[in-house]
């Protein structure tokens, strides 16, 4: 019923455009604002190899900056070895939203709050 609403908006097509809109801007603002701090993007960059979601390697403590992220409430996961997945739905993501998620990112990364004991327990889901 959700998707059939967005009909008159453009429907399937449009939600995709936004879709590409979300990831292309996340990715653009990871590489500006958190360069320097190991990320590199491993998901395709072509329209046609990509979903709705992008991932982020680091060598580092990908387990941790995720809990740090979670607990600024933006969700991602976690994929060993150290993989980020970060996920955009276009039907209640905004672009703000993907502002502030860099902005935290950045913020994280660079006080290195990650390091924090709380972060690094690993639960039984990640």
């Known amino acids: ?10 429907g399937l097509p449009a939600l995709r455009a936004k879709s590409l809109a979300l ?3 996340f990715i653009e603002l ?19 190899l990509r979903g709705s ?5 680091r060598s580092e403590s990908a387990y941790a900056i995720v809990q740090a992220l979670i607990a600024r409430g933006v969700v ?3 994929r060993a070895p150290d993989v980020r997945r970060f996920g955009f739905t276009p039907l209640y ?10 902005d935290y990112l950045r913020q994280v990364l660079g006080s290195g709050e ?3 004991a709380r972060f690094n327990r690993k639960a039984a889901v990640t």
């Open 76 to 78: 991602g996961d976690f």
């Open 114 to 116: 990650w390091r924090e």
């Open 93 to 102: 993501t905004g672009f703000a939203d993907v502002w502030d998620a860099v």
């Open 30 to 48: 990871v590489e500006s604002q958190c360069a320097g701090h190991g990320l590199t993007v491993i998901t395709p960059r072509e329209h046609g």
């Open 53 to 57: 979601q992008v991932a982020l390697a």
């Open 23 to 25: 990831t292309d801007l």
């Open 1 to 10: 019923d959700t998707v059939l609403a967005a009909e008159p908006l453009g």
